[in-house]
T-cell receptor, first 111, second 115 residues
Framework: KQEVTQIPAALSVPEGENLVLNCSFTDSAIYNLQWFRQDPGKGLTSLLLIQSSQREQTSGRLNASLDKSSGRSTLYIAASQPGDSATYLCAVRGNTDKLIFGTGTRLQVFP | ETGVTQTPRHLVMGMTNKKSLKCEQHLGHNAMYWYKQSAKKPLELMFVYNFKEQTENNSVPSRFSPECPNSSHLFLHLHTLQPEDSALYLC??????????????FGPGTRLTVL
């Protein structure tokens, strides 16, 4: 049974710092891995999707990497801003319609 | 604006009530999903509909009853719920290309409180 773990559970950093969020999964037989952002009381916004054949994806200040064999992904956020404050969720997809989610990392960037 | 809308945004109901959650997607997708998000737990997939047919029921109690009349609308009918059913219920949609590579787009959710 696939399990997804995210560390740290919460992170508080000053504005301008580069930071790394971690995601690990127990079954490496995945089709893709996706990073989402969730603002308080809101739905999820997809940030980056990495296919199993890819090593990384970039969008603006965000870079996500995938090491499928070791069951790990990282989300790198460069030059963090207060507007980046949110919960970041990692989800993996196997050979079904199911996305298996981690419990998220709650990020606070203070000015 | 994600193209997926949900109503109502907030709902408070008693254990004997019957209510329905509505989801509508304006993205032309062919797959729709219901998820449950409880405090301090990962999102849990409840149901999947693909081309209006239910393809996944993730061992959800029968007090939750989904309905998908067409590929743009998805309902979740609720009856005789328990307080532990209080959670954020999220709807999502995707364009299923059969390759498991599609992105899911989420609605804002309905915050449900069962008294």
């Amino acid at each position: 049974k696939q399990e997804v773990t995210q560390i740290p559970a919460a992170l508080s950093v000053p504005e301008g710092e580069n930071l790394v969020l971690n995601c690990s999964f127990t079954d490496s037989a995945i089709y893709n891995l996706q990073w989402f952002r969730q603002d308080p009381g809101k739905g999820l916004t997809s940030l980056l999707l990495i296919q199993s054949s890819q090593r990384e994806q970039t969008s603006g200040r965000l870079n996500a990497s995938l090491d499928k064999s070791s069951g790990r992904s990282t989300l790198y956020i460069a030059a963090s801003q207060p507007g980046d404050s949110a919960t970041y969720l990692c989800a993996v997809r196997g050979n079904t319609d199911k996305l298996i989610f981690g419990t998220g990392t709650r990020l606070q960037v203070f000015p | 604006e994600t193209g997926v809308t949900q109503t109502p945004r907030h709902l408070v109901m008693g254990m004997t009530n019957k209510k329905s959650l509505k989801c509508e997607q304006h993205l032309g997708h062919n797959a729709m999903y219901w998820y449950k998000q409880s405090a301090k737990k990962p999102l849990e997939l409840m149901f999947v509909y693909n081309f209006k047919e239910q393809t996944e029921n993730n061992s959800v109690p029968s007090r939750f009853s989904p309905e998908c009349p067409n590929s743009s609308h998805l309902f979740l009918h609720l009856h005789t719920l328990q307080p532990e059913d209080s959670a954020l219920y999220l709807c999502a949609s995707s364009q299923d290309n059969g390759l498991n590579t599609d992105t899911q787009y989420f609605g804002p959710g309905t915050r449900l409180t069962v008294l």
